[in-house]
């Protein structure tokens, strides 16, 4: 019987932390709705920081079903990284950055893949596939930045970070031996 018990005590747990959260996510709307001088107008970013947390506790609160729920950390960070790049364009009003911003969303989508093949013990392939998204997004995003960036501090920083990446592939290049 105890077992048992155990065994729904787990399985409502993923339930409890989705109403939890839905009440959360009322009250706040509610009191945004009802008292006066609270405005959500620049805070909706938030809502991706949330959506995104809620989709990454799953695979840590159930370790029993941690290999199937892993694919949550996908969707999870790329609810995450739009937060922040949300966040970034409500702070600066730098909308025009959005000509090269989006790079990150593949970037995010790499970063969870290879999060997620870790996490969820999905084998080597998973992750290689993952990293290379990862990486290919960001050199996406430094070229973009640098050449569509105008002043914006992105675009300052983007240079550098190529020359960064750049260095960090020779090395590795020049260092890696042939294992053949």
Request: proline share 5%; hydrophobic share 60%.
């Amino acid at each position: 019987m105890a077992n048992t018990r155990r065994r729904l005590e787990t399985t409502n747990r993923g339930g409890v932390v989705v109403g939890l959260l839905l009440i959360a996510m009322g009250m706040v709307f509610f009191a945004a709705n009802m008292l006066p001088g609270i405005d959500l107008g620049s805070m909706w970013p938030g809502m991706f920081f949330a959506v995104g947390l809620a989709l990454l506790l799953p695979p840590w609160i159930l370790p029993s079903h941690r290999q199937a729920l892993a694919g949550l950390i996908i969707p999870g960070m790329l609810l995450i990284v739009l937060g922040f790049i949300f966040t970034y364009l409500v702070i600066t009003d730098d909308w025009d950055s959005w000509a090269y911003n989006w790079a990150l969303i593949p970037a995010s989508v790499g970063a969870g893949l290879w999060i997620a093949a870790r996490f969820g013990f999905w084998g080597p392939g998973a992750s290689t596939v993952g990293l290379w998204m990862l990486a290919g997004s960001l050199v996406a995003f430094a070229i973009f930045a640098a050449f569509l960036g105008g002043d914006g501090a992105l675009a300052k920083g983007a240079p550098l970070a190529l020359i960064g990446m750049g260095a960090v592939v020779t090395v590795t290049a020049l260092v890696r031996t042939r294992t053949d």
